[in-house]
């Protein structure tokens, strides 16, 4: 289940209890600021495209348009926003799912590409979108809908072609120049906010053409149907059904027809013409038939998020009439929904008894056993909560909800130096986890370390995007005081991470300056192995 670490005051040693907060399921609509930053989608991406048969020439004019690196920050920057804005949905069984989807279908991609990384917006409208840089974003309402995970996969599969075939950077290039401009302005404003300068912020934006810009990210009918034959072809490649994707298309339409002026969200962002469906049909007729199971994981993930639904209470009820009338498509995984249910609704020993007697019908699987470790851990059954996790790690010491919660659950034990050697060990692993380094930062506080405190609360701040804050923190580091001689060496990580964090916000500041016309524009367009292109405004 998704916890939220707290914030911390930024001239003290982080505090040394980690806050959990509520989770945002149901967004109505995203913030004006999420919004924009899912506008940076204009920029596209830069990895070389599959082979493009049977279809008409679309150019390559996103090469050399934006840097790989520029790219990338842009996108880095659209999930801050998202952050910011509350849409990042921060489940960590949720979003490990969708990166082990994502990587089986990234297998069938030939050729180099962006390191993808995929996870949830807490949004009901049925919805997902690629940003520029390889980052895919699935609404929770999407995941809801899907009847198979071949149906979710197939919708991975087209947002994954949607950046390996630089379709975004290709609108780019069909944009007229005042639409570019307009473009980049909204950059140069989100760039300009991530900096903190708020008023400078909302002047840029409030002078651009935020509703031309919206125009570019609808896709082309080339660009669908180029994403929906690629799509097909990763899906089939990674043992999905590949029937999946027009059944899901016929779905979305008949929801259409059903319920006039509510036309779902991804049809609205991915045009469904009878052309697509006749399309996605032909091509199934070309492979021969298989029937695909749902995993288990699946099921679980589907059945987590509906037990968030509404109140605890409402969940419950919903799970238990879905038991007794036999209404599921996995029995295990609604157990499992109506445990985390029970969890939310307190009723720990109703939930604990859920989970034991799936283990005893010979039921293994480490969601059980994380969601087992947070029921005993919320009752107050701390050393068994701890005991439950360390014989889980043993099993599944991959499993990164089981890897937040042991040394989550080791802090509220105040087994501080046992935090620290747990949360260090595992960074080597996951470098950049937010939640580890979070940890780190108040057990060392803890213990008295402030130099190693704010080192970590530095990179927690980075792994969310934040520089400005994440340079506050390494600059404190170095005026700690209290460093001894064995730390010579995490003072020059220090030193060196600073450079690196403070270079980085220089060469935002450059592309912010470049967006809107000004000086540094030509390293943000530097074609490779070419001279710099004209400003934008000169195109």
């Known amino acids: 289940m998704r916890r939220r670490v707290a914030r911390v005051r930024k001239d003290v040693p982080p505090r040394r209890r980690v806050r959990s907060m509520r989770r945002r399921f149901a967004m109505g609509r995203l913030s004006l600021a999420v919004r924009l930053g899912m506008l940076l989608g204009v920029l596209g991406a830069s990895a070389p495209a599959l082979p493009d048969e049977n279809l008409p020439d679309l150019g390559d004019v996103s090469q050399g348009l934006v840097s790989p690196l520029a790219e990338r920050r842009a996108g880095e920057q659209s999930m801050q926003q998202l952050r910011a804005g509350g849409g990042y949905f921060d489940d960590p069984e949720v979003n490990a799912y969708l990166n082990a989807l994502g990587q089986r279908l990234l297998a069938g991609v030939s050729g180099s590409h962006p390191e993808f990384l995929f996870f949830a917006v807490g949004s009901a409208e049925i919805n997902a979108f690629a940003l520029p840089g390889g980052f895919v974003g699935v609404n929770t309402g999407l995941i809801l809908a899907t009847r198979s995970e071949s149906e979710l996969a197939s919708v991975l599969a087209h947002e994954i072609t949607h950046v390996t075939q630089n379709h975004i950077a290709r609108q780019v290039g069909a944009a007229s120049n005042s639409q570019i401009a307009g473009m980049?302005?909204?950059?140069?404003?989100?760039?300009?906010?991530?900096?903190?300068?708020?008023?400078?912020?909302?002047?840029?934006?409030?002078?651009?053409?935020?509703?031309?810009?919206?125009?570019?990210?609808?896709?082309?009918?080339?660009?669908?149907?180029?994403?929906?034959?690629?799509?097909?072809?990763?899906?089939?490649?990674?043992?999905?059904?590949?029937?999946?994707?027009?059944?899901?298309?016929?779905?979305?339409?008949?929801?259409?027809?059903?319920?006039?002026?509510?036309?779902?969200?991804?049809?609205?962002?991915?045009?469904?013409?009878?052309?697509?469906?006749?399309?996605?049909?032909?091509?199934?007729?070309?492979?021969?038939?298989?029937?695909?199971?749902?995993?288990?994981?699946?099921?679980?993930?589907?059945?987590?998020?509906?037990?968030?639904?509404?109140?605890?209470?409402?969940?419950?009820?919903?799970?238990?009439?879905?038991?007794?009338?036999?209404?599921?498509?996995?029995?295990?995984?609604?157990r499992y929904g109506l445990a985390a249910a029970l969890l939310r609704a307190k009723a720990y020993g109703r939930a604990i008894r859920e989970i034991d007697e799936l283990e005893d019908e010979g039921i293994q699987h480490p969601m059980l056993d994380a969601m087992a470790g947070q029921i005993l851990q919320q009752s107050g059954q701390r050393k068994a909560a701890l005991s439950r996790y360390e014989r889980a790690l043993t099993r599944y010491p991959q499993h990164l909800q089981l890897v937040h919660d042991y040394p989550r659950t080791l802090l509220q034990e105040r087994r501080f130096a046992d935090v620290v050697r747990f949360a260090e060990t595992a960074l080597q692993t996951w470098a950049g986890d937010a939640v580890l380094h979070q940890l780190a930062a108040e057990a060392y506080a803890a213990l008295g370390k402030p130099l190693q405190s704010h080192r970590h609360q530095g990179e927690y701040y980075a792994a969310l995007g934040d520089s400005s804050d994440a340079i506050e923190q390494f600059e404190l580091a170095l005026r700690s005081g209290s460093v001894t001689a064995s730390d010579t060496g995490e003072l020059l990580a220090v030193e060196t991470r600073l450079k690196s964090l403070r270079g980085n916000r220089d060469q935002d500041r450059k592309n912010a300056d470049a967006a809107s016309g000004g000086p540094g524009l030509s390293s943000m367009r530097q074609a490779p192995g070419g001279p710099a292109r004209p400003p934008l405004n000169a195109l």
Not at 279 to 284: G, K, L, N, P, S
């Open 184 to 334: 980049a302005a909204l950059l140069a404003a989100l760039v300009a906010a991530r900096n903190g300068s708020g008023q400078a912020a909302s002047a840029a934006i409030s002078t651009t053409m935020a509703v031309q810009a919206q125009s570019q990210i609808n896709f082309t009918r080339e660009h669908e149907r180029e994403a929906d034959r690629i799509g097909f072809t990763l899906l089939d490649q990674a043992g999905f059904d590949a029937r999946a994707m027009s059944g899901f298309f016929e779905r979305l339409q008949q929801a259409v027809r059903g319920q006039e002026g509510s036309t779902p969200s991804y049809l609205r962002s991915h045009p469904l013409t009878h052309e697509r469906v006749a399309d996605a049909q032909d091509r199934e007729a070309s492979v021969p038939y298989r029937q695909v199971g749902d995993s288990l994981d699946f099921h679980l993930v589907k059945a987590l998020l509906r037990s968030y639904d509404g109140q605890p209470e409402e969940a419950v009820a919903d799970f238990t009439s879905r038991l007794a009338e036999k209404r599921y498509q996995s029995r295990t995984a609604t």
